[in-house]
């Protein structure tokens, strides 16, 4: 940290260069305005993550004019409400963002109903279908249609099966009239389930209707990694064993468990964190250049990653991994509790908030590489980056001039917070004498962005618009799970769970277990 905080920093102007004009201009990205019409159904529409997620993310993009030009969003949940109440249920959600024109919340509002539903009943599914048809005559909507899935995943089963019973997963043409659900984490809890949850939707769905959102693949900066690998030619032939020392992955959170303990207490880190969005991450650092930059052939690729994890056995899992759980601590001047304090989580739990592990992937490009893995709750800081080591120059030729060695280089992509993507390289400090200083070359993202959408508006607007790129596909998503259910089947069977969990202080940078990994 003190090394990083002694470097300069070079701070990038973000510039288009014109190449018929000769001008450098910038130019921000369009985002594509979907042109079907559709109907959002909401299920869940009481919930947590309708309030603080889905909802917020439709009325911003309202508001900028990214919804389709006609459009009803219809919320269902078992909470029996009129249309009216719904309205101004989520007006009083609403008006915590900056803009609330009242023009502009009015046709908003106009758009939304409501119909309760009983998850299990046939019978209010129907009633449902009959509330659509109304809709669709209304909004001329053409049968486009969008079940977002916001509740507990112990109903995903259950909606999508009676949405398929009451007919409303049927496309007649997928190009003119589409039926699309959208899946959030988690997708099962290790391969069985994983899979089980897959069998059922496709019964009433077909793979190209299903959406099941990682909301990091949404962020600007996890985009860019693609672009930045592919779209340069002087990064690529760099990209392998020869010349890169490690990867480091890492998902450091200052949070706890917040109100989930129900949830975390069964998933805990491994299936929170590592099973999908670090191993998304991994999969965009590690894959092989696709032929074209389209949803299939980019889902391909990160396939064979997964494929070519080298599994871990009895010896790699005790020496590669780390896990930890927070204990107590002060995290920017405040008292936290333990997570077994915490409230709803059992005062003897063994769930770990915190991993940090080696592993590799097994094929030609990334043979012997390790890939250091870290995501845990309640650490000092907030950050998740990705840092690509270089290996050392072949030979100094300084050594005769400088007592130190020289520092490799190092490229960063920081996903969160403050984005960035910065490459760390040696210079001469100025002066009479030869001394060497690291440099560090930035390219920030808050000084380009002129219209950056947040991750739920992305993902909504590539639903509407039926690009899977930034979601997960099954097959990707199963072999994350073979990777990963034999490893945390073996931890939680482990007869000294208990004496192989690592206590950490919360605010601290995790168990201090953690830094022999990268040594071994
Ligand atoms: P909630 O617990 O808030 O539940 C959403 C709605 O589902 C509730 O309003 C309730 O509506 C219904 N519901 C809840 N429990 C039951 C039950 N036992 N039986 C039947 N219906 C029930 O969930 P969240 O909104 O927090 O999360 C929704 C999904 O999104 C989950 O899968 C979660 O893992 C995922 N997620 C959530 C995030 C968040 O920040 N909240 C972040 C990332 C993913 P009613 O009673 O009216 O039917």
Same mark, same amino acid.
């Given at each position: 940290?003190?090394?990083?905080?002694?470097?300069?920093?070079?701070?990038?102007?973000?510039?288009?260069?014109?190449?018929?004009?000769?001008?450098?201009?910038?130019?921000?990205?369009?985002?594509?305005?979907?042109?079907?019409?559709? *109907?959002?159904?909401?299920?869940?529409?009481?919930?947590?993550?309708?309030?603080?997620?889905?909802?917020?993310?439709?009325?911003?993009?309202?508001?900028?004019?990214?919804?389709?030009?006609?459009?009803?969003? =219809?919320?269902?949940? @078992?909470?029996?409400? $009129?249309?009216?109440?719904?309205?101004?249920?989520?007006?009083?959600?609403?008006?915590?963002?900056?803009?609330?024109?009242?023009?502009?919340?009015?046709?908003?509002?106009?758009?939304?109903?409501?119909?309760?539903?009983?998850?299990?009943?046939?019978?209010?599914?129907?009633?449902?279908?009959?509330?659509?048809?109304?809709?669709?005559?209304?909004?001329?909507? $053409?049968?486009?249609?969008?079940?977002?899935?916001?509740?507990?995943?112990?109903?995903?089963?259950?909606?999508?099966?009676?949405?398929?019973?009451?007919?409303?997963?049927?496309?007649?043409?997928?190009?003119?009239?589409?039926?699309?659900?959208?899946?959030?984490?988690?997708?099962?809890?290790?391969?069985?389930?994983?899979?089980?949850?897959?069998?059922?939707?496709?019964?009433?769905?077909?793979?190209?209707?299903?959406?099941?959102?990682?909301?990091?693949?949404?962020?600007?900066?996890?985009?860019?990694?693609?672009? #930045?690998?592919?779209?340069?030619?002087?990064?690529?032939?760099?990209?392998? @064993? +020869?010349?890169?020392?490690?990867?480091?992955?890492?998902?450091?959170?200052?949070?706890?468990?917040?109100?989930?303990?129900?949830?975390?207490?069964?998933?805990?880190?491994? @299936?929170?964190?590592?099973?999908?969005?670090?191993?998304?991450?991994?999969?965009?650092?590690? %894959?092989?250049?696709?032929?074209?930059?389209?949803?299939?052939?980019?889902?391909?690729?990160?396939?064979?990653?997964?494929?070519?994890?080298?599994?871990?056995?009895?010896?790699?899992?005790?020496?590669?991994?780390?896990?930890?759980?927070?204990?107590?601590?002060? =995290?920017?001047?405040?008292?936290?509790?333990?997570?077994?304090?915490?409230?709803?989580?059992?005062?003897?739990?063994?769930?770990?908030?915190?991993?940090?592990?080696?592993? #590799? *992937?097994?094929?030609?490009?990334?043979?012997?590489?390790?890939?250091?893995?870290?995501?845990?709750?309640?650490?000092?800081?907030?950050?998740?980056?990705?840092?690509?080591?270089?290996?050392?120059?072949?030979?100094?030729? #300084?050594?005769?001039?400088?007592?130190?060695?020289?520092?490799?280089?190092?490229?960063?992509?920081? *996903?969160?917070?403050?984005?960035?993507?910065?490459?760390?390289?040696?210079?001469?400090?100025?002066?009479?004498?030869?001394?060497?200083?690291?440099?560090? %070359?930035?390219?920030?993202?808050?000084?380009?962005?002129?219209?950056?959408?947040?991750?739920?508006?992305?993902? =909504?607007?590539?639903?509407?618009?039926?690009?899977?790129?930034?979601?997960?596909?099954?097959?990707?998503?199963?072999?994350?799970?073979?990777?990963?259910?034999?490893?945390?089947?073996?931890?939680?069977?482990?007869?000294?769970?208990?004496?192989?969990?690592?206590?950490?202080?919360?605010?601290?940078?995790?168990?201090? +277990?953690?830094?022999?990994?990268?040594? @071994?």
């Amino acid at each position: 940290m003190a090394a990083e905080k002694s470097q300069k920093h070079l701070k990038l102007q973000t510039i288009v260069q014109k190449p018929d004009s000769g001008n450098s201009v910038y130019e921000p990205c369009q985002c594509i305005q979907p042109s079907d019409p559709c *109907i959002i159904i909401v299920f869940g529409a009481s919930g947590d993550l309708t309030a603080r997620k889905v909802m917020p993310a439709l009325y911003k993009l309202f508001l900028n004019n990214f919804m389709p030009q006609e459009f009803a969003i =219809l919320g269902c949940a @078992r909470t029996r409400l $009129s249309d009216a109440q719904f309205r101004e249920n989520m007006k009083s959600i609403l008006t915590d963002m900056q803009t609330m024109p009242p023009n502009a919340w009015n046709k908003f509002a106009s758009r939304l109903y409501y119909q309760s539903i009983v998850y299990d009943d046939i019978a209010t599914f129907n009633n449902l279908s009959d509330r659509l048809d109304i809709l669709t005559q209304k909004y001329k909507t $053409s049968g486009n249609k969008l079940f977002y899935l916001a509740v507990p995943p112990f109903l995903y089963e259950t909606i999508a099966t009676m949405i398929g019973r009451a007919g409303l997963s049927t496309e007649a043409d997928p190009d003119k009239n589409w039926s699309r659900i959208v899946v959030e984490k988690p997708f099962g809890s290790n391969l069985q389930t994983s899979t089980a949850l897959n069998n059922t939707l496709q019964q009433s769905f077909k793979e190209h209707q299903i959406y099941r959102i990682d909301h990091y693949l949404a962020k600007e900066t996890v985009q860019n990694i693609l672009v #930045f690998r592919f779209a340069n030619a002087i990064f690529e032939p760099l990209w392998s @064993r +020869q010349y890169i020392e490690y990867v480091d992955i890492c998902a450091a959170e200052t949070l706890g468990i917040e109100h989930r303990a129900g949830y975390y207490e069964k998933a805990g880190v491994l @299936r929170d964190m590592f099973q999908n969005h670090i191993m998304q991450l991994l999969s965009l650092i590690a %894959m092989e250049p696709p032929a074209k930059f389209a949803s299939e052939m980019v889902h391909d690729e990160k396939a064979k990653v997964f494929r070519s994890l080298l599994p871990f056995d009895a010896t790699t899992t005790e020496k590669n991994i780390v896990l930890g759980q927070y204990a107590a601590g002060t =995290l920017n001047g405040n008292k936290v509790p333990a997570y077994r304090n915490e409230p709803g989580v059992d005062p003897q739990s063994l769930t770990p908030t915190y991993a940090m592990m080696k592993i #590799f *992937i097994d094929n030609w490009r990334w043979q012997g590489v390790p890939f250091y893995l870290m995501s845990g709750k309640r650490l000092k800081e907030k950050l998740t980056r990705i840092v690509v080591q270089f290996k050392d120059v072949p030979h100094s030729v #300084f050594s005769t001039i400088i007592s130190e060695t020289i520092s490799a280089n190092r490229l960063t992509f920081v *996903i969160q917070p403050n984005e960035k993507i910065s490459l760390t390289f040696q210079a001469k400090n100025p002066g009479s004498t030869v001394c060497l200083r690291s440099m560090n %070359m930035e390219f920030h993202y808050d000084g380009t962005a002129e219209q950056t959408l947040d991750a739920y508006e992305k993902v =909504l607007i590539d639903c509407m618009n039926g690009d899977q790129m930034l979601f997960l596909r099954q097959d990707s998503e199963e072999l994350c799970w073979s990777f990963f259910t034999p490893l945390i089947e073996d931890c939680e069977a482990c007869i000294n769970r208990e004496k192989n969990l690592c206590f950490y202080e919360a605010g601290t940078e995790g168990p201090r +277990q953690a830094k022999k990994i990268k040594n @071994r």
